[in-house]
Each structure stands twice: as C-alpha cells, then as structure tokens.
C-alpha cells in the first residue's frame, strides 16, 4: 500500500495518533513525528481531515545521513529508482510540469546546481513531466528532519486559507482540531465563546453539530460574524457583554469552544 506523510499543528501528535484510525479508517501509522504523521492506505480518502495541513505521498524514505543530507538523499534516490507506478497513478490527471524544492530543519534550503538538476532529472524521468521552476503543476520535496530521517514527498494537498491571518485570528487547522476534540455527534449544540473572527464556526460548519451559537462581546465582530454566517441557518451569533455568558440558556449547550479574546487594532 502506498505511504503517504501529512503535516498538522506541533504538539497534537497525540490526538493525531487517536484521529487518524477514526478519520481515515483504513490507515496504519509507520510513524509519528513532531508535526507530522507517516502512514500507510490503500488510497487517500475523497475528504481529508481539516487539522491535517498539507499531504504528501511518500515516494522514498532515508535513514540518518552525513554533513550533506540533501545531496545523499538525491544521490540514493537516482541510486535506487522510484516506484514509477505508484507516482504516476496519484499525479493530478492535468498535470504537465514539476519542481523539486529542498528543506532541511524546517527551513527551505538549497543543494546547489548540481544536485537539483540531478533530482530534476530523475523525476522527470519517473513521473513523466517537464520541469517548470516557477509555476509548477506539481511539486516534489525533498526533507531532511531534525530527528535524522528523511523524505522524498509528493505534494497532493496545500492549503493556503491560513495566510494573510489578522490579529486574533485562529488558524483554520487548530480550530479544526478544537471541534475535533470536543467529539461532536450528530443533533448536538456547540457554543463558541469569544467567537472574534469566526475561525472555530466555520470549522464547526465541517461537524455534525445541529446549532452553531456564536457568542462574542465586541459589537463589530457580532456584525463582522451575522454577516459572514447570514447564508448559515446552522449559526446563530449572539452578542452578550458578560464574560460568564449568563445570556446562555442554562442546559441549553452540548459543547463549548472558548477562544483567546482578540486584541482589536
């Protein structure tokens, strides 16, 4: 079965190991690492889980390397060849072109002329595409870890809704997980205090929660929330002025989400 390696918000590796067998059944974990989850399908499923970030497919996987992980990693895999078969079959159908970025500790490097155009040349060989440095149809990455591990991925998914964040605004991919582990069953009503920006709404809009009560205390977000929920009848924002939320109905809420107040510029 092809391994595939999907990244998520650092320090939620537990609920991932729990997440993942319950999300994507059919999944069998290789390994956990900061950040990251390495695992084995059949296929990656029609819907990937909101608290996963980008996801990759694993095309190859590198043990501990010397002063140079980079350059080893391409020399080994224009050593050893890639499984052709399984990198074509997950290709987007339209795709024409690729790059090959680097990164190594977490930060984008560079491995110098050499090495790229070795790995260019082997990749175009194995998937078939024309390299194209600037606006690729796909990418592949070559990673080194902090841990001593590294990958040779396929990009497949990558999800941009978390740029360009204002000030107190969650990330789309912690308030995911935030639903996430308030193990929402179908017909039940979520309350998210301090709902600022709307963050945790709109991922609770991905859950089986009957009601939606959106409670914030700044009258501009009410209004920033009625108005970007308005087309939601599942949502129903509410302004109160009290910290302790006694306009809520006592009984009246399965789940609660709080949420850091927002500092407003």
Not at 160 to 174: F, M, P, T
Request: with cysteine; aromatic share 8%.
């Amino acid at each position: 079965m092809p391994l595939f390696y999907s990244t998520f918000a650092a320090g939620m590796e537990e609920a991932v190991q729990r997440f993942i067998p319950q999300d994507m059944p059919g999944s069998s974990i290789e390994r956990m690492l900061p950040g990251a989850v390495h695992y084995r399908r059949k296929a990656l499923p029609k819907h990937i889980p909101s608290w996963l970030n980008n996801t990759f497919l694993s095309l190859m996987t590198f043990s501990k390397a010397t002063k140079a992980p980079l350059q080893e990693m391409v020399r080994i895999a224009d050593t050893r060849g890639l499984d052709a078969e399984t990198l074509v079959a997950h290709l987007p159908a339209d795709a024409a072109t690729f790059r090959v970025l680097f990164m190594l500790d977490g930060a984008v490097a560079h491995v110098g002329e050499k090495s790229l155009e070795r790995a260019e040349t082997l990749l175009g060989i194995f998937s078939g595409l024309q390299v194209d440095r600037a606006k690729p149809d796909v990418e592949f990455w070559f990673i080194y870890r902090p841990e001593g591990c590294g990958f040779l991925l396929m990009r497949l998914t990558s999800h941009k809704r978390s740029k360009n964040l204002v000030s107190g605004e969650l990330r789309a991919d912690i308030a995911s997980f935030l639903c996430r582990l308030t193990g929402p069953l179908p017909g039940q009503v979520m309350l998210n205090a301090y709902a600022a920006y709307g963050s945790v709404v709109s991922a609770g809009l991905e859950y089986p929660y009957e009601k939606i009560v959106a409670c914030e205390s700044e009258p501009k977000l009410v209004q920033a929330l009625s108005s970007r929920f308005s087309a939601c009848p599942q949502v129903s924002p509410l302004l109160t002025a009290h910290p302790e939320l006694t306009d809520v109905p006592s009984g009246s809420v399965d789940r609660m989400i709080a949420q850091p107040v927002p500092e407003l510029t």
